[in-house]
């Protein structure tokens, strides 16, 4: 178990890359910095995901850095007991492989969006996602800790158009700032599914 607080490193890109890491608890951002020195983020992560599995395929380094957003509690696993508990724990490895293909749906739902939709739709199918729209039964989802910046990372935009669009939910009713978290209603979904 490894405890960090909001902004503390994980680990660097290009760091040598032996474990694979479980959120318990809180939640961590993981960024490319390409070499002309330009950041984008490429996935919000939470509670129940795993991160640096890449390790497992024999990837030598990391290929991204991880920041905790919040307060966070990791189970770090190194790869040869992650390997030996994949193979002699039925019930764990069905759970790790699930977990890494809806992992890959994202992943590629993610690409979809970027290809074909405006960073409006980007934007709110972002804070669905993040609000975890779909997987709980409330109305409203708190998403706490995440800027403006690291939004516009996210969906390949602007800060300005970031803001510009927060605001125009905000006024619409499908946000709801308050004290460094967002509020996101479901109402929201009536961007995405507008043609």
Not at 40 to 59: H, N, P
């Amino acid at each position: 178990m490894s405890k960090y607080n909001a902004k503390d490193l994980i680990f660097k890109q290009g760091e040598q890359a032996n474990n694979v890491f479980y959120i318990q608890k809180g939640s961590v951002k993981l960024t490319v910095v390409n070499p002309l020195g330009r950041e984008a983020v490429i996935s919000i992560l939470g509670t129940g995901d795993f991160f640096g599995e890449r390790c497992l395929a024999s990837q030598p380094n990391s290929i991204a850095t991880a920041i905790c957003l919040a307060p966070t509690s990791l189970l770090v696993i190194e790869k040869k007991e992650m390997i030996r508990v994949l193979s002699a724990e039925h019930t764990f490895s069905d759970y790790f492989i699930a977990c890494m293909l809806e992992r890959n749906i994202r992943v590629e739902q993610d690409l979809i969006d970027q290809l074909f939709n405006n960073s409006e739709k980007r934007l709110a199918r972002t804070l669905l996602m993040l609000a975890q729209y779909g997987k709980t039964d409330q109305p409203y989802k708190l998403i706490t800790n995440l800027s403006h910046e690291t939004l516009s990372e996210m969906i390949g935009t602007t800060r300005s158009r970031v803001n510009f669009f927060m605001n125009k939910f905000r006024d619409l009713d499908f946000i709801q700032y308050s004290n460094c978290s967002i509020q996101i209603n479901k109402s929201l979904l009536s961007v995405v599914l507008q043609d």
